[in-house]
């Protein structure tokens, strides 16, 4: 019962110093897995272990361990169902027709150097077979955004790299799986269409048996998912039990087309996930939703599962040179080849396309679809052994411990040089400049507008979708998230806000939204604006306060509503800057907003307004009706 439970609670635990450290979430689940795994008697004494050589082991023999005999296969085996359904629910086909040409090209062109370019370098320098070659390319052309986000969450690139990269590692980690299953299915098909004798023919039976599983595969995937796609929408299962119904159905696909042809599963789920992300189904948000949670379950457990059943002869295979060279052939020589091929003819330069070569983590789908698939094939050589029957593919014990070198390996090395790497080649940006506002209505997008027409970065952040539509029909960039949720932090396409402004009509919010996002998009500053308590008493006015000591959010609705223009005022003093300031604060029709320096730079107003400092060439900039300027 305590391995039970220790599953659960150090995967969790693994997520959270994920979490606290802002580091891919596999890193710590693969490292606590061995730990407790494989090296725990080189750490722990006889009397946690009981004379064990794994404090957790999954399998132990035939009948031993927690998941005795083929239990961990079918865990494994249901789990990276699961989530590669999740990662085709985020394969939306608006987005492929909308990226940008050079992630096009990464995903077909990069990925095909990759396929080829990794088998070509297992088969010659690792010595395995061309078809596990191929095997093992398919499986780490996956990138995925689970590695990637974390990595660029705390570096402020240059957009478009920073895109380049996300849209990369969302994309292709449904579309790697996919090649992935389908590299694995049609090795299977060999022995299966060699009628069980070994050798992986490659024979028209094989063929035939491939084009079969292929066709259950896609056909009842996409039957699957129009069928759920109608029971929702026809209201045949109540809304409280949605989301364990569509579990269920997954599953019920899943063991299914398995039935129908072995181990058609995955591919079928695949393409259940990806038609039903792109056939406008009722209620996907909350489908959505619940599967990440569920993954994130699954992925904790399976992971410490994973690297706990490793063992010491596994890790071994990987203490040469070869392995070394494989692993050094992948990151400095067919990752830039694949970058550089796909980035013919566009804008990147030189120094972006080097970044995006060295930013190339391999993630949680490539590790467990490789065990999983490492496993198959080793009982495909035992049962073709017990047969009497030539092995059918030698070599299959490097699968797991190879990609796992690789997931390591690029994880570790991405998340520890992807900063230095972005600075040293120039395209990490030196400050952030970019302001944020949460809350999206009229009076904000009107400080947005203002801000974009001025050339200064500007993103608005909205839990009403109303709000967010209209902000981007007025051409700002605007986000629809919940100020409460985790995910607002991993949106790189804020990297490069440095100042905060919460202007929504809850003060709790404002407050939240200061101590929470203050000090991720807030380093140069955080405001909100003040409420109508702190403004009728002078004395609770807070340093953090917006504009003035005398305009809560009513006031400053008001004033946009009924005189939405921005007047400058140039300054001649810091006389005359607090004359002006005394008038705008004694009237309702006039807030102060900013103050613009002579290279065209803006200066938030807090509510201590008095005490800004005026140099040469300022500009006051106010929102309201137009006023007479005081005379010195």
């Given amino acids: 019962m305590v391995e039970l439970a220790s599953i659960i609670i150090l995967g969790i635990f693994a997520q959270w110093l994920a979490w606290r450290f802002k580091v891919p979430a596999i890193l710590p689940l693969l490292l606590i897995g061995l730990a407790v795994g494989p090296f725990a008697p080189y750490w722990m004494t006889d009397e946690f272990l009981h004379g064990k050589d794994k404090w957790l082991n999954p399998i132990h023999g035939d009948t031993g361990g927690l998941f005795p005999g083929d239990n961990l296969f079918y865990f494994v085996e249901l789990a990276i169902g699961i989530i590669l359904f999740e990662g085709g629910l985020t394969l939306k086909r608006n987005e492929i027709s909308s990226i940008g040409n050079i992630v096009g090209k990464l995903i077909?062109?990069?990925?095909?150097?990759?396929?080829?370019?990794?088998?070509?370098?297992?088969?010659?320098?690792?010595?395995?077979?061309?078809?596990?070659?191929?095997?093992?390319?398919?499986?780490?052309?996956?990138?995925?955004?689970?590695?990637?986000?974390?990595?660029?969450?705390?570096i402020p690139l240059k957009k478009d790299v920073a895109n380049i990269l996300k849209w990369e590692g969302i994309l292709i980690d449904p579309i790697g799986a996919l090649v992935a299953v389908l590299v694995y299915e049609f090795l299977r098909s060999t022995i299966e269409g060699g009628h069980g004798h070994g050798g992986g023919s490659f024979s028209a039976e094989a063929i035939k048996h491939f084009l079969t599983l292929s066709l259950i595969g896609f056909s009842l995937g996409t039957i699957a998912a129009f069928v759920l796609k109608e029971t929702i929408?026809?209201?045949?299962?109540?809304?409280?039990?949605?989301?364990?119904?569509?579990?269920?159905?997954?599953?019920?696909?899943?063991?299914?087309?398995?039935l129908l042809v072995p181990d058609s599963g995955l591919l079928t789920i695949v393409v259940f996930g990806t038609v039903l992300a792109n056939i406008d189904l009722p209620n996907m948000e909350e489908i959505?939703?619940?599967?990440?949670?569920?993954?994130?379950l699954l992925i904790s457990m399976l992971f410490i599962l994973l690297a706990a059943n490793i063992n010491i002869q596994d890790l071994q295979l990987l203490l040469n040179w070869k392995s070394f060279l494989l692993f050094l052939s992948i990151i400095l020589i067919i990752r830039p080849l694949g970058v550089f091929l796909s980035s013919r003819n566009s804008?990147?330069?030189?120094?972006?396309?080097?970044?995006i070569s060295w930013v190339g983590p391999r993630g949680i789908v490539a590790a467990g679809i490789a065990s999983l698939f490492g496993s198959k094939l080793l009982k495909l050589n035992i049962d073709a052994a017990a047969a009497g029957d030539p092995i059918p593919f030698p070599g299959a014990?490097?699968?797991?411990?190879?990609?796992?070198?690789?997931?390591?390996?690029?994880?570790?090395?991405?998340?520890?040089?992807?900063?230095?790497?972005?600075?040293?080649?120039?395209?990490?940006?030196?400050?952030?400049?970019?302001t944020l506002i949460v809350g999206a209505s009229k009076a904000s997008r009107l400080?947005?507008?203002?801000?974009?027409?001025?050339?200064?970065?500007?993103?608005?952040?909205?839990?009403?979708?109303?709000?967010?539509?209209?902000?981007?029909?007025?051409?700002?960039?605007?986000?629809?998230?919940?100020?409460?949720?985790?995910?607002?932090?991993?949106?790189?396409?804020?990297?490069?806000?440095?100042?905060?402004?919460?202007?929504?009509?809850?003060n709790d919010v404002n407050k939240f939204a200061i101590k929470k996002l203050g000090?991720?998009?807030?380093?140069?500053?955080?405001?909100?604006?003040?409420?109508?308590?702190?403004?009728?008493?002078?004395?609770?006015?807070?340093?953090?306060?917006?504009?003035?000591p005398v305009d809560d959010f009513i006031n400053f609705s008001e004033v946009a509503r009924d005189y939405p223009t921005f007047q400058e005022v140039p300054l001649e003093s810091q006389e005359?800057?607090?004359?002006?300031?005394?008038?705008?604060?004694?009237?309702?029709?006039?807030?102060?907003?900013?103050?613009?320096?002579?290279?065209?730079?803006?200066?938030?107003?807090?509510?201590?307004?008095?005490?800004?400092?005026?140099?040469?060439?300022?500009i006051l900039i106010y929102l309201g009706k137009l006023m007479e300027i005081p005379v010195v």
């Fill in 108 to 154: 077909s062109v990069g990925s095909t150097v990759t396929f080829f370019g990794a088998a070509i370098a297992a088969h010659y320098i690792i010595d395995l077979s061309w078809s596990l070659s191929f095997l093992f390319s398919g499986l780490i052309i996956v990138t995925g955004p689970t590695v990637i986000a974390p990595i660029l969450r705390n």
């Fill in 347 to 355: 804008s990147l330069v030189l120094n972006e396309k080097l970044f």
């Fill in 397 to 434: 014990e490097w699968l797991t411990p190879l990609v796992f070198m690789i997931v390591l390996g690029t994880v570790l090395l991405n998340a520890t040089t992807a900063s230095l790497i972005a600075k040293l080649l120039g395209v990490k940006i030196a400050t952030s400049n970019g």
């Fill in 519 to 548: 000090a991720d998009f807030g380093e140069n500053g955080s405001f909100r604006i003040i409420s109508s308590e702190e403004k009728n008493d002078t004395t609770s006015i807070p340093t953090q306060g917006l504009f003035s």
């Fill in 233 to 258: 929408k026809r209201h045949w299962v109540p809304h409280y039990l949605m989301n364990v119904f569509t579990l269920a159905m997954v599953l019920l696909v899943f063991v299914g087309s398995g």
């Fill in 288 to 296: 959505l939703y619940f599967k990440e949670s569920l993954a994130v």
């Fill in 576 to 618: 005359n800057y607090e004359l002006m300031i005394d008038k705008l604060n004694g009237s309702e029709k006039c807030i102060p907003v900013f103050i613009k320096n002579k290279e065209g730079a803006l200066r938030i107003i807090g509510s201590n307004s008095k005490e800004e400092e005026i140099s040469e060439g300022d």
């Fill in 447 to 506: 400080i947005a507008s203002y801000m974009k027409s001025q050339n200064q970065p500007v993103a608005l952040l909205d839990s009403n979708p109303t709000n967010v539509s209209k902000a981007k029909e007025e051409g700002l960039q605007a986000f629809q998230a919940n100020i409460y949720a985790d995910e607002i932090r991993d949106n790189i396409e804020l990297n490069n806000m440095g100042y905060l402004m919460a202007l929504t009509g809850s």
